[in-house]
């Protein structure tokens, strides 16, 4: 718990009091009155992995080797810290813990795996080719690559957060970090950073979302440059209007220029994808309209300029979140008062129908742009969650699987978004499930014990294979 309040700033104590006091009092009730959880679906599909998985099933399941049983995280406990609500107000450097309190994937998902290592439909035909649009990229399995990492934990220090190096930690197996995804039907290149830059001369790449997708964008910045410090590197936040408040901790984004080739790679945070607006601007405690079919004015303001586009929401969609950040649903401007909508999936499943669609709606527009939609970055919290004694200790890669075999996403919300759209899924959540081992864990902070972030990934890892999957699509 210490842990979370690390780096905090004086300013912003009473704020993680309010935050700590609200849900002191919604775990209290919660305890007291479980009534109160049916904010939780009732038949929760939440990601669970069991031993009682039916080996040899349908297509759609990931295939589990053993039968160690896994449960992914599954509790439901309000947070305990706020993150930025608007774009002026503070976000805490801090917040591997306090995302992902919930998640849902298709239920019940399994991990399944053929220990021979064999994929289970062999007829299909292999269609290679970069790009190729009949090749599903979250199919294929893991394999061991001793040319893996693609750069360094320890030498990426100037994109990479010291809190996602897990080299800085005192983690002392990296196995993880030589694993490769290997598509099933389709040609993934290896990535070379000069090469990808060259491909992307003039272009912008833009990542808006949680901060998996902040994870995304500092795997990218370290797989560009080979993990290797590049001083001419230009910090162009400010064309943005991404620059660090006064008193703020850090900016909503960042934005980095390679003057070789003039990329431009850019990050802006916006955990839930909604415009957010504050509803009494002059009361400095003011609720938020968080507007679900109305993307944040940054993506409206700068969808102009972006040549790639990968967008992500997921963790923040839980009501204890949502209420520590005081954020209020609005659909068509006003206040929600569908019942249905105020549900808390339907409402995240509300918002990502909404965003895709619009994006689509700006692909007329703008026909050099390629859109992404990502779908949803599995958690690992087993026995618990990230703040009920919940673990991901297994360090082992490839024990809970290596192949993934589906017809759909893991992810129905995302996979039923870019539907009959021109966005692109960027599927990452079948690939990623199998890969337990390479969460942040118990080493999330140096020094600390009990601390668990089985949400975010060690970095060099898993997010650098979500971008040579973006990569090999762009
Ligand atoms: C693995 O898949 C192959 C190909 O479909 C199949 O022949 C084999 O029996 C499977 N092995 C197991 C252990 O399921
Ligand atoms: C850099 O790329 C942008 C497009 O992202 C373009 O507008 C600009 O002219 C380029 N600058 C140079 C110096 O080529
Ligand atoms: C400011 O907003 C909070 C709710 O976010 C409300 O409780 C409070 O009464 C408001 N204060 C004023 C002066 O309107
Ligand atoms: C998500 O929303 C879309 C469109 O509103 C709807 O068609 C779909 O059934 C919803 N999916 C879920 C899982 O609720």
Same mark, same amino acid.
């Given at each position: 718990m210490k842990a979370a309040f690390y780096g905090l700033r004086a300013k912003q104590i009473s704020l993680v009091f309010v935050a700590l006091i609200c849900s002191t009092i919604l775990i209290w009730a919660w305890e007291k009155n479980p009534i109160l959880t049916n904010f939780i679906p009732s038949h929760s599909s939440w990601l669970q992995v069991s031993s009682d998985v039916p080996t040899?099933?349908?297509?759609g399941n990931v295939r589990m080797q053993d039968t160690k049983s896994h449960k992914f995280g599954h509790v439901l406990v309000p947070p305990t810290v706020i993150e930025s609500g608007g774009s002026h107000s503070e976000v805490l450097e801090e917040e591997h813990l306090q995302e992902g309190e919930s998640l849902q994937l298709s239920a019940p998902t399994y991990v399944f795996v053929n220990s021979t290592g064999?994929?289970? /439909?062999?007829?299909k035909e292999m269609i290679l080719g970069q790009? +190729?649009?009949?090749? +599903?990229?979250?199919?294929g399995k893991w394999v061991v690559d001793?040319?893996?990492?693609?750069?360094?934990g320890y030498g990426c220090?100037?994109?990479?957060s010291g809190m996602w190096?897990?080299?800085?930690?005192?983690?002392? +197996?990296? /196995?993880?970090?030589t694993l490769r995804w290997q598509p099933k039907n389709c040609q993934m290149d290896e990535f070379e950073g000069e090469i990808f830059l060259k491909r992307m001369k003039d272009k912008t790449i833009a990542f808006v979302g949680d901060s998996l997708g902040r994870q995304q964008f500092q795997s990218l910045m370290c797989m560009v440059t080979g993990g290797v410090g590049q001083l001419d590197v230009m910090d162009v936040g400010v064309e943005y209007g991404l620059v660090k408040a006064p008193g703020a901790i850090r900016p909503d984004g960042w934005v980095y220029r390679f003057p070789g080739t003039n990329t431009t790679i850019l990050y802006y945070w916006s955990a839930s994808l909604c415009d957010l607006e504050p509803i009494d601007p002059s009361n400095s405690s003011t609720e938020y309209a968080m507007h679900l079919d109305r993307p944040p004015s940054f993506l409206r303001r700068f969808i102009s300029q972006f040549d790639v586009l990968v967008l992500n929401t997921g963790h923040h969609w839980n009501r204890g979140k949502l209420n520590a950040n005081r954020w209020v649903m609005y659909v068509g401007g006003k206040p929600n008062t569908d019942m249905e909508i105020a549900e808390i999936w339907n409402a995240r499943n509300f918002t990502i129908h909404s965003i895709v669609k619009w994006v689509d709606s700006q692909l007329p527009k703008y026909p050099k742009l390629k859109a992404f939609y990502r779908s949803i970055s599995p958690r690992h919290f087993v026995g618990g969650d990230w703040n009920t004694g919940g673990s991901c200790d297994n360090e082992n890669p490839m024990s809970i699987g290596k192949e993934v075999s589906q017809d759909e996403s893991r992810d129905p919300s995302a996979w039923s978004a870019v539907r009959g759209t021109k966005v692109k899924l960027l599927d990452i959540t079948g690939p990623s499930q199998v890969r337990d081992e390479g969460h942040i864990s118990r080493f999330s902070i140096k020094g600390t014990t009990g601390v668990q972030d089985c949400l975010h990934w060690c970095l060099p890892g898993v997010p650098d294979t979500w971008n040579e999957m973006l990569a090999a699509q762009v």
């Amino acid at each position: 718990m210490k842990a979370a309040f690390y780096g905090l700033r004086a300013k912003q104590i009473s704020l993680v009091f309010v935050a700590l006091i609200c849900s002191t009092i919604l775990i209290w009730a919660w305890e007291k009155n479980p009534i109160l959880t049916n904010f939780i679906p009732s038949h929760s599909s939440w990601l669970q992995v069991s031993s009682d998985v039916p080996t040899g099933s349908a297509e759609g399941n990931v295939r589990m080797q053993d039968t160690k049983s896994h449960k992914f995280g599954h509790v439901l406990v309000p947070p305990t810290v706020i993150e930025s609500g608007g774009s002026h107000s503070e976000v805490l450097e801090e917040e591997h813990l306090q995302e992902g309190e919930s998640l849902q994937l298709s239920a019940p998902t399994y991990v399944f795996v053929n220990s021979t290592g064999s994929t289970k /439909d062999g007829q299909k035909e292999m269609i290679l080719g970069q790009g +190729n649009e009949a090749c +599903n990229y979250a199919e294929g399995k893991w394999v061991v690559d001793e040319k893996r990492p693609l750069y360094s934990g320890y030498g990426c220090k100037q994109w990479l957060s010291g809190m996602w190096a897990c080299r800085l930690t005192q983690r002392m +197996n990296f /196995d993880y970090e030589t694993l490769r995804w290997q598509p099933k039907n389709c040609q993934m290149d290896e990535f070379e950073g000069e090469i990808f830059l060259k491909r992307m001369k003039d272009k912008t790449i833009a990542f808006v979302g949680d901060s998996l997708g902040r994870q995304q964008f500092q795997s990218l910045m370290c797989m560009v440059t080979g993990g290797v410090g590049q001083l001419d590197v230009m910090d162009v936040g400010v064309e943005y209007g991404l620059v660090k408040a006064p008193g703020a901790i850090r900016p909503d984004g960042w934005v980095y220029r390679f003057p070789g080739t003039n990329t431009t790679i850019l990050y802006y945070w916006s955990a839930s994808l909604c415009d957010l607006e504050p509803i009494d601007p002059s009361n400095s405690s003011t609720e938020y309209a968080m507007h679900l079919d109305r993307p944040p004015s940054f993506l409206r303001r700068f969808i102009s300029q972006f040549d790639v586009l990968v967008l992500n929401t997921g963790h923040h969609w839980n009501r204890g979140k949502l209420n520590a950040n005081r954020w209020v649903m609005y659909v068509g401007g006003k206040p929600n008062t569908d019942m249905e909508i105020a549900e808390i999936w339907n409402a995240r499943n509300f918002t990502i129908h909404s965003i895709v669609k619009w994006v689509d709606s700006q692909l007329p527009k703008y026909p050099k742009l390629k859109a992404f939609y990502r779908s949803i970055s599995p958690r690992h919290f087993v026995g618990g969650d990230w703040n009920t004694g919940g673990s991901c200790d297994n360090e082992n890669p490839m024990s809970i699987g290596k192949e993934v075999s589906q017809d759909e996403s893991r992810d129905p919300s995302a996979w039923s978004a870019v539907r009959g759209t021109k966005v692109k899924l960027l599927d990452i959540t079948g690939p990623s499930q199998v890969r337990d081992e390479g969460h942040i864990s118990r080493f999330s902070i140096k020094g600390t014990t009990g601390v668990q972030d089985c949400l975010h990934w060690c970095l060099p890892g898993v997010p650098d294979t979500w971008n040579e999957m973006l990569a090999a699509q762009v």
